[in-house]
């Protein structure tokens, strides 16, 4: 909130909402105490005392110092104690009003003499068992990946997985898989027994989709800058490791390359954007979306000139939008702890700085991040690269966006038809040549490659067997 009399004037006129409300001077404790507790246990907000009636007009206060400790007192009621700025004064018109702000993300879940508020539009209301639950575990006071997951026994563990993990550890001075699984929050005991939780079951369970719906990530290239009927998917589902393992697949085969080829048939490649930098975002997404959610998964979607991550629940605990680049808080702890020692992230933090950072390096703009109703989205934008890049490329460039034609091609088919349309390649290409090229892809791929770009009419076949090797089709250029 602006804290002039024109920000003042500016709340007053969008009138009484979810974060908005005033009061005159006689307003009871109780009142006051109820909408302090529910917009602290909602998205925050502001109340204004010496203003009242529906329009918002300025009545003023007529004891300021008594106003301000009733407000502090009011706050200090709830359960835990309600910990706000202290209260503004300002002068409106020659009448003086407090303004009290409760910020966004506050630490706890708050109750008022039994009820657990919250703010819907202008008014307060009980929260129903099942958004308390959600709050609660949202804002670190429960953990819902370490409750035990529901009709699971051990033998729902992959046990080569988790020992596999269990090995994997270093300055550990227990070995025992279940005690390891068990100090993780993988495992909890009831009853003398041992039990998956539900961080256990996404992290090494046999089947995690079986017992945790909607915990999978959906990928899709579309070829436009919308979803369209041209688009290449994939669900991705398993444990947490393998799916990011999966994505990260998914974005290498998808992601637009520039392709620049020398006079050696040296290659170099620049993903349309910092491959590091769309990993970091899927790992996050993973790490800390909500699973309580059922209905929805991680949604990896790639457009001609953006890509989206949406997660699942909004941002957890004190993070908001205005703080991410600095404010740390997991609503899944144990599950970034086991991704950390897999060297997937790192713990410190979200990474968010080094997305920026790497963006930057690519001459890219700043990711954009939105929170809306059961979700949390983060968008990159591709562009060109800037002039003084570009002379940076000494080797003439030929560059494709994922497409020949009209038709759909992949990273390794650019590569063919980059090479074929060099001036001193002799405009053909054999399989050696383009195995050369991608030394790290297995020669059956590269062999289904060429074929597609047959079947597509793109390149002819010429000769047999050992001899054979590809042109253009001139009847499709």
Avoid at 6 to 29: M, P, S
Avoid at 334 to 360: C, H, P, T, W
Wanted: with cysteine; aromatic share 6%.
């Amino acid at each position: 909130m602006s804290n002039s009399v024109d920000g003042v004037w500016q709340l007053i006129k969008r009138g009484r909402g979810a974060q908005t409300d005033w009061f005159g001077e006689q307003v009871t404790a109780e009142s006051l105490a109820e909408t302090l507790t529910a917009m602290a246990n909602s998205q925050g907000g502001t109340v204004l005392l010496g203003v009242s009636g529906p329009v918002g007009s300025v009545t003023g206060v007529r004891n300021v110092s008594n106003t301000v400790d009733r407000m502090l007192h009011a706050a200090l009621s709830s359960d835990p104690p309600l910990i706000i700025p202290l209260p503004q004064v300002m002068r409106i018109n020659g009448k003086a009003i407090v303004i009290a702000q409760i910020p966004a993300g506050m630490p706890h879940v708050y109750c008022l003499d039994g009820r657990y508020l919250y703010r819907q539009g202008s008014d307060n209301a009980a929260l129903k068992a099942r958004e308390l639950r959600r709050l609660i575990i949202e804002r670190g006071e429960a953990s819902f990946e370490t409750e035990i997951s529901r009709g699971t026994t051990l033998d729902d563990i992959d046990w080569e997985k988790a020992k596999a993990y269990t090995a994997s550890l270093s300055g550990l001075s227990e070995t025992n898989t279940e005690k390891v699984l068990l100090k993780r929050g993988c495992l909890a005991e009831k009853d003398g027994a041992l039990y998956p939780t539900n961080a256990g079951i996404l992290l090494f369970g046999k089947d995690p989709q079986r017992f945790l719906r909607g915990a999978d990530i959906t990928t899709a290239r579309f070829a436009s800058e919308t979803m369209s009927d041209t688009f290449s998917r994939q669900d991705i589902l398993g444990t947490l490791p393998d799916q990011i393992r999966r994505a990260e697949m998914f974005l290498v085969d998808h992601l637009r390359k520039d392709i620049q080829l020398g006079s050696t048939m040296a290659r170099a490649e620049q993903f349309e954007y910092p491959l590091e930098a769309a990993r970091e975002l899927v790992v996050n997404a993973v790490a800390h979306r909500d699973y309580q959610i059922s209905g929805d998964g991680i949604r990896l979607f790639v457009f001609s000139n953006h890509m989206e991550v949406t997660s699942p629940g909004g941002l957890p605990g004190p993070v908001t939008i205005d703080n991410i680049k600095d404010e740390r808080f997991s609503r899944n702890p144990a599950i970034v702890q086991v991704l950390s020692d897999m060297g997937f992230i790192e713990r410190l933090g979200y990474g968010v700085d080094r997305v920026i950072d790497l963006m930057r390096q690519q001459n890219l703009s700043a990711p954009l991040f939105e929170e809306k109703a059961g979700g949390f989205r983060v968008i990159l934008r591709n562009q060109t690269p800037d002039a003084q890049t570009e002379a940076k490329i000494a080797a003439p460039t030929i560059q494709f966006k994922g497409e020949y034609q009209g038709i759909e091609i992949n990273p390794r088919q650019e590569i063919t038809l980059a090479h074929l349309h060099r001036p001193d390649s002799n405009q053909r290409i054999t399989n050696s040549d383009l195995q050369q090229l991608c030394p790290d892809v297995h020669p059956e791929t590269i062999r289904r490659d060429l074929a597609d770009l047959v079947t597509k009419n793109i390149l002819r076949k010429m000769g047999q067997k050992r001899g054979s090797y590809y042109i253009l089709n001139r009847d499709q250029t």
